[in-house]
């Protein structure tokens, strides 16, 4: 992007695919609280720059560690955690590293006899931005002393220029539910896999068990910024129960706005007794479940649902919790009478759509059914949870295990909301595989694509709008040994992704370099740019967020320069090349 304010000129250099003016940054697991996974702000992600020969990997830089944690982007700097506790802030459009810092000595995982993530575990869930401060937090698992012995789980502050840690950071994760009294934290038996979530100045994260060695639960924390914690949350209640633990495969923990979280709960500690979804009972395994944040923070299960099998998904080790919660933009989803949707799918295959102010609870339909909204499948195991794409009426996209990705298009029939599957892609994924990320410029019909990691190592990039009954591949590229159920990132115009033999890549579109000159005989400006992917179009916009008043100067033309003499003394222009 170059900015001109006249009389003076000055010129900014920078890659207009990765203009950080145009494309804002990623904070948070799954791109925002609802985890949709829509990077509706990625104006250079579309299919017709993507599929260009030019289009490709931009770089790919080696960090110290397996990684399992989303890569994230804040102010201008690309931050990756490993599971050798190793945190990186690296220049996101060359891959040149500024900072780094081992936080702890990792968890050796044949400590514990599971080998889900090894042979070291310690940052595995994904961080989270508070942009307002520039601080990173995320949870690292080392030992409570040296290099044996038991764990611990610390959860850390750090500056995102920097990597300093903040003053009275990290804080420990420890101590007694502040729900079930009886309940104490035993850090050496549970795994940090949820994404973190921020939600009114507290840091939540979640955890559930390694390889279901008991005694395990589902625990959850909050941390407030100044370092004082203020929840401490189990599912279930019941003194030396085990279960009911909290992965959703790396899903984080999911908000629709202030004081409410969700998500669903694994196998252990599942409901028995028919109950209504407004008075939860204290175990709370194979559920879905939103708490609300009390005035002393801490938490109070609100409402749950649980599918009416519930006890034999325990006895099958059928989680409902393999599943992350997703929650549909009410905006573009939803009908008056229920404007908040929620949808999650778990190992037995079954893909719950719910409605977020009344999930439900245990068999209270007739017969002892589930009183939902819908269900669709039954697919094959769901591990991770759908993306999301507003445009064009809406659509759900869902990857099972060793199934196609499939593309579900919203629709309201007789005054219900209700997805239809419309079309597949041709390629099917093994067990391991991502969940699907979705980029757009805003809702603009035909600029989305869908991308997914396959558990072999490639990374694929669909059409999201199919064409008749399939999804129309546009990209596709080997990246190594993929990490498991991991996502890839979008943020400036760039895709990010973490691997399981240490690397960090980066894909996108070649840089244009955009210059500046001033015709002093008529007072024009003259533009002149090279690299990047022809035909090219150039944009004069009175903001820099090229979304209101925008005015085309060169549309998809070959040429590689332009002189503009509309400039006006006094005022300010931006320009962008793509």
């Given at each position: 992007m170059l900015v001109y304010r006249s009389p003076f000129a000055f010129i900014l250099l920078a890659s207009c695919f990765a203009a950080p003016a145009v494309s804002a940054d990623i904070i948070t697991n799954f791109v925002d609280n609802l985890r949709t996974a829509s990077a509706s702000d990625q104006l250079f992600l579309t299919p017709q720059v993507v599929q260009n020969i030019a289009f490709g990997r931009r770089y790919s830089v080696p960090v110290t560690g397996q990684v399992h944690a989303q890569p994230l982007v804040a102010n201008g700097t690309l931050l990756i955690g490993t599971e050798d506790n190793w945190a990186y802030g690296i220049d996101p459009d060359t891959g040149l590293k500024r900072w780094s810092r081992q936080l702890a000595t990792p968890w050796n995982a044949s400590d514990i006899g599971c080998g889900q993530i090894s042979p070291r575990i310690g940052i595995t869930g994904t961080p989270v931005i508070d942009e307002a401060t520039g601080t990173e937090y995320l949870v690292s698992m080392s030992y409570a002393s040296g290099s044996t012995g038991p764990a611990t789980f610390s959860m850390h502050a750090l500056d995102v220029n920097s990597g300093t840690e903040r003053r009275g950071w990290p804080v420990l994760l420890q101590g007694v539910a502040q729900n079930a009294p009886a309940m104490t934290f035993n850090a050496t038996n549970h795994a940090q896999r949820p994404g973190l979530l921020l939600l009114d100045g507290v840091i939540y994260a979640a955890f559930g068990s390694h390889c279901d060695r008991t005694p395990y639960q589902g625990w959850i924390f909050g941390v407030a910024t100044s370092g004082q914690v203020k929840a401490r949350w189990t599912s279930p209640v019941t003194a030396g129960k085990s279960g009911a633990s909290i992965w959703q495969s790396g899903s984080g923990l999911m908000s629709d706005g202030s004081g409410r979280i969700y998500f669903a709960t694994a196998n252990g500690s599942a409901p028995t007794v028919p109950t209504s979804g407004n008075t939860p009972p204290?175990?709370?395994?194979?559920?879905?479940?939103?708490?609300?944040?009390?005035?002393?923070?801490?938490?109070?299960?609100?409402?749950?649902?649980?599918?009416?099998?519930?006890?034999?998904?325990?006895?099958?080790?059928?989680?409902?919790?393999?599943g992350g919660t997703v929650g549909l933009p009410s905006?573009?989803?939803?009908?008056?009478?229920?404007?908040?949707?929620?949808?999650?799918?778990?190992k037995e295959g079954w893909l719950y759509l719910l409605d977020r102010d009344r999930l439900g609870g245990f068999r209270q339909a007739a017969a002892g059914g589930d009183d939902i909204l819908s269900r669709y499948g039954k697919f094959n195991s769901i591990f991770g949870r759908v993306a999301v794409w507003s445009g064009d009426g809406g659509y759900v996209y869902l990857a099972a295990e060793w199934d196609t990705l499939r593309c579900f298009q919203y629709r309201?029939?007789?005054?219900?909301?209700?997805?239809?599957?419309v079309a597949m892609s041709p390629q099917s994924f093994n067990f391991g595989s991502s969940s699907p990320l979705v980029t757009s410029n805003g809702i603009a019909s035909g600029s989305a694509l869908v991308w997914m990691i396959s558990a072999t190592g490639t990374l694929y990039a669909w059409d999201a709008l199919p064409q008749g009954s399939s999804l129309i591949l546009r990209y596709s590229s080997g990246i190594g040994t993929a990490s498991k159920f991991l996502s890839p990132s979008a943020a400036r115009n760039l895709i990010f992704i973490g691997?399981?033999?240490?690397?960090?890549?980066?894909y996108g579109a070649p840089v244009v370099t955009l210059l500046l000159t001033k015709n002093t005989a008529?007072?024009?400006?003259?533009?002149?740019?090279?690299?990047?992917i022809a035909p090219y179009t150039l944009r004069q916009s009175p903001t820099a967020r090229f979304n209101g008043s925008v005015t085309t100067l060169v549309d998809h033309q070959g040429q590689t320069s332009f002189e503009d003499p509309t400039p006006t003394d006094l005022s300010s222009y931006f320009y962008l090349v793509n």
């Open positions: 204290g175990d709370l395994g194979e559920s879905v479940v939103r708490l609300a944040v009390q005035a002393n923070g801490t938490l109070l299960a609100q409402d749950f649902f649980a599918p009416s099998n519930a006890p034999t998904l325990d006895a099958a080790d059928n989680d409902l919790g393999s905006a573009y989803f939803g009908t008056a009478s229920s404007p908040h949707l929620l949808i999650v799918g778990g309201v029939t007789g005054g219900k909301p209700t997805l239809v599957q691997t399981s033999d240490g690397h960090v890549l980066a008529n007072n024009a400006v003259k533009f002149s740019w090279s690299g990047g």
